[in-house]
Every structure is written in C-alpha cells, then in structure tokens.
C-alpha cells in the first residue's frame, strides 16, 4: 500500500479545497430553501430538479469507494468480466425511466414502500420498508464507512479511527442540514472529482505499461473478454445474462436508495433524461475503474510494481505511478465516491424512517415535525455508523464479500412484486407477501449456508451453498414470481379501484404531473445507447 510521506502539499492543498468545494456547494443549494418548513422539500428537493441534476447524481451515489477499489481488484484477478455490470445497468436505467418513472411520478409518493403499498397492501410497506432499512445500516452506511477507514488510512496515513470520523461528520452535517437537495447538487460535485481521478489513473497508467493494445496483448483476450463460460465461479454468461438483471431491476429500479433521485424531479421527462444520462455515465467504469486493475495486472506481470494482493491493485497504482498534484486528485476522487455514497444513503434511509415509520404511527404529524424527525433520523445514524465501526473492524474479508452479495438474495422477491404487479392487475396482496416472505427465507437461508459451507459436508446443502449467487438467484426470482401468481389466482382479485393509475391495465388516475416537451428527444438517446451498450459488448468478447 502507498506510503504517507507519497502526499506532498500539493496533493493536501487539492484535497482541502475538494472539501472547501463540497461546503460551498452544500451551502449554495441549500441557501433560501425552506427545507425546515416542508418535507417535500427536505425529502425530495421541492420536486422540481433538473435532468443533469438527477443523472450525475444517479451514477456518483452509486459508486462508493468500496466500488472503486473492488473493481480495480477483480479486474487485476480475473478481468473485465466484473464490467458487465456496469455496462448491463444503462439498460436496466432505460427500463428505469421508460417503465417505473411514469408510475412513481402520477403516483406523487415519497417512497418506494409508499408505492408498494398502493399497490398492495400495508403489510407490503412494512417489509421493504424494515429490509431497506436494515439492509442499508448493516451494509451501505458500515461498509462504506469502513471503506473511508481505510482510504485515509491507506492513501494519507489517517489513523482509521480519525478517517472514518472526519468522513461520517463531515457528511452528516451537510445531510442533516440540508437534505435532499443539498445531497444532489453535493453528488454532481463529486461525480467531476470522481472521474477526474479515475481518468488520470487510467491514462497514467496506460501511458506507462505502452498503450491499449500492450495491455491487451499482455493480459490476453480471456482476460479482456465481457463473456464467461457458464462454469466460470464469478461471471458466467447464464448469470450475467438473465439473474444479474433481477438484481438490476430490484437496485436501480425499486430502492429508494436510487429511486429518490428521480422522484424528485419536475417532470417525467427530466426523471427520464436524468436515468438515461446516468446510462452513458455507466459505460464509464468499465473503462475508469476496471481497466486500471488490468492495467496494475500487466505491470506486475513484467516486473514494473510489486502487487501483492488484486486489492491493493488501485492503491499500488496510486502511489507507484502519479506524480505530484494528480495523487491528491485521485485522493479527492475516492473520497467523493465515498461521501456521495454516504450521504444519499444516509438521506435515503432517513426518509424510509421519517415517511414509512414515523408517519405511519404519527398520520397527524406537521411538516415540520416530519423535517425534524428525518433530521434526527440522519443524526442517530451517523452516530450509529460510528459505533458499528468496531464490529466491521473484526469482520473477516470472507464475510465482507458475503454482505456485498446480500442484495442477490434479498432483491429477486422485491423485483418480482413490482415487475409482476406493474404488469398484471390480477396479483394481489397475499401473493405478494407470499413471495416477499418465502424469498427473503430463501435468500437468507442461501447466507447462512455459505457462513457455514466448511461444515457441510458433500451433500444436498453443500451443493445449494456452491451453486454460483447469479444461478441462485435467477432460481429465487422464478420462485418468488410462480408464488405471487399461484397464491393470487388462489385468492379473491384486489379492487379496480385501488389499482388506478398503478398497473399497466388500468387507467391513470389524476395526477398534478404535468406533461412536458421531450419524449422525441429521449426516444433518440435511449436508441443511441442501446447501440453503445451493444458496441462495448461486442468489442470486449474477448
């Protein structure tokens, strides 16, 4: 890992004013708002943001540092397959914008529990409302924080401890201050910095291994090739093809952890344009992020740096090859994916308990009141954050890579219900619970059986825990979508009138959501990257 002393002044002085630049922004965006008097202004930014807004946003809350570190070092392990994750997710952001946005949007909800609950029944808003919670405490806020711990550890020689502090209050406070709107216009910020770094790794680092085609011809077409055999352990093409999508759909599609962005859009055309713009920033990563991993793998193979873990791919590129001023950059880089992550799920999760929790107990409640408690809410889970920093401390790789693959065993039933129920009036409430309680067994009975695989000997359970999490998953999904069928057409048909306007086979109901010029427009730059999607897949079959 690079050494402390490898930060000079120019690099600190570019990474304080990233963080003077991130307080000048926050306080911009937030100056004249009344976020304190209204909840749709705290919560959604007053519904009134632009597309470029919601796009740049879209991809910087979505990339963490974790993110950055993790996909240099699968492509320094195993290549480029891990890309087909990122370069599958503009499609399923067309499907974001073409399929879901209309819905939410004449819904006029606050929340992705709020819509399920339209759609079906309270019971409904209940459970994704307690799995997002949860889900985004043990996971996105103590992984992420932990993420920071160790980049100011590893890259500015922070004590853990300090870094993770310095990173949690510093976004906690423009959060709970200013809430929504500031975390938007903080993110767009970020997603600058955060392909500013990553484009000086990559070209730095391309410059000194020889160019594109060393680096291919170094690394191999296996190596550089999308396109797995179905028994690869990681990436194969069955997975990639038809279970990553599942898990697709339920991330950039129904969590409120992405959604929220579009929600707080002025029209349906701008909600789209920003989830088709966030489309062409995804192509992004493959190139910014993983390349970089392939690039530290071919300099190891010729003996130029000393790599001792895929891992420290990034890190080891980082303090090997940049010169002064580009490291504080790269530096600046991390800590926007780290804090744009950070602070949308901290808003995210505090709407969840503000709107799905609170005022689910509390109908009566003002809009103050409501401000107030998503205030406090951000504030009791930055202090929670804190406090779960020990417990990641002692968390094994092993089991951090199990939390990361959570949302292919949580995400199948939750994609199922809202696919499904978006599509077919006829699915009701009870088989809706039906599948969201069945999966969420099924997934997490999948976990616990990886925690213990060692001890479970050659049969029927050692082989369930084996099978590849996109396989799992794609049988999960199956699963969940035959339950929520069966146990519907099993039981009475919901009411036409609870279905207005939330199902394809029913008539919009009357909604504020004003029709806006731009749907030629969008219509255009979906097929334009449709066909970029297409070319990037073809040009790394390998």
């Known amino acids: 890992m690079p050494a402390t002393g490898q930060l000079v002044f120019l690099d600190w002085a570019i990474i304080v004013l990233y963080f003077a ?21 705290y919560f959604l930014a007053g519904r009134n943001v632009g597309w470029f807004v919601i796009g740049g946003s879209l991809f910087a809350s979505n990339i963490g540092s974790e993110h950055l570190v993790g996909l240099a070092g699968t492509g320094a392990a195993s290549g480029v397959g891990v890309g087909q994750f990122e370069v ?19 819904a006029g909800v606050f929340t992705m529990p709020e819509f399920l609950e339209r759609r079906y029944s309270p019971a409904a808003r209940w459970y994704l409302a307690l799995v997002s919670i949860i889900g985004y405490v043990l996971t996105k806020i103590s992984v992420t924080i932990y993420a920071g711990g160790i980049v100011f550890e590893a890259l500015m020689g922070v004590p853990f401890w300090t870094g993770a ?8 406070v423009y959060t709970v201050f200013g809430g929504l709107r500031v975390v938007l216009y903080t993110d767009l910020l970020q997603m600058f910095v955060l392909i500013g770094g990553s484009l000086a790794v990559t070209l730095i ?9 060393v680096m291919w011809n170094t690394a191999g077409d296996d190596f550089m090739s999308l396109w797995k055999p179905m028994t690869d352990p990681n990436f194969p093409w069955t997975g990639i093809l038809f279970g990553a999508p599942v898990v697709a759909v339920w991330y950039w599609c129904t969590d409120q952890f992405i959604v929220q962005r579009v929600l707080s859009a002025s029209n349906i055309e701008q909600a789209r344009r920003g989830a088709i713009f966030a489309g062409f920033l995804k ?19 010729s003996g130029r740096i000393s790599l ?25 880089g991390l800590l926007a994916a780290l804090m744009s992550s950070l602070s949308s799920v901290f808003n995210s999760c505090s709407t969840l308990v503000t709107w799905d929790i609170y005022k689910k107990l509390h109908p009566e409640a003002t809009e103050k009141r409501l401000v107030f408690v998503g205030q406090v809410s951000t504030a009791v889970l930055v202090v929670f954050g804190l406090l779960w920093i020990p417990f990641m401390k002692l968390i094994s790789g092993q089991l951090y890579q199990y939390l990361q693959s959570v949302q292919a065993y949580i995400g199948p039933p939750i994609t199922a219900v809202f696919l499904i129920g978006l599509f077919w009036k006829r699915v009701n409430h009870y088989g809706a619970l039906a599948a969201l309680y069945a999966g969420f067994v099924l997934g997490m009975g999948r976990l616990v ?6 001890s479970l000997g050659d049969g029927w359970l050692f082989w369930l825990a084996s099978v590849n999490f996109l396989h799992y998953c794609i049988g ?26 939330l199902t394809y086979q029913t008539p919009a109901a009357a909604t504020a959501v004003e029709e806006a010029p731009g749907k030629g427009a969008n219509l255009l730059l979906s097929a334009l990257l449709v066909i970029v999607v297409l070319a990037v897949m073809l040009y790394f079959r390998g």
């Open 476 to 501: 999960l999904f199956i699963t969940c979508v035959a339950l929520l069928i069966l146990v519907s057409l099993a039981t009475p048909p919901p009411p036409e009138e609870q279905l207005r306007g």
């Open 88 to 106: 599958q997710a503009s499609i399923i952001l067309l499907i974001l914008g073409w399929v879901f946005v209309p819905f939410y949007l004449r």
């Open 165 to 172: 502090f310095i990173v949690v209050l510093i976004t906690g």
């Open 308 to 332: 001792t873990s895929p891992d420290h791919a990034l890190p080891t590129l980082v303090g090997s090859l940049l010169p002064v001023g580009a490291k504080g950059l790269v530096v600046a």
């Open 449 to 454: 059986l990886e925690l213990n695989k060692a």
């Open 21 to 41: 630049a991130t307080f000048g922004v926050a306080y911009w965006s937030a100056r004249g708002e009344k976020v304190r008097d209204n909840s749709s202004d």
């Open 205 to 213: 680092g391309l410059r000194e291994i020889g160019g594109w085609n």
């Open 283 to 301: 192509q992004l990563p493959l190139f910014l992020f993983v390349i970089p991993g392939v690039i530290a793998f071919g300099l190891a193979q």
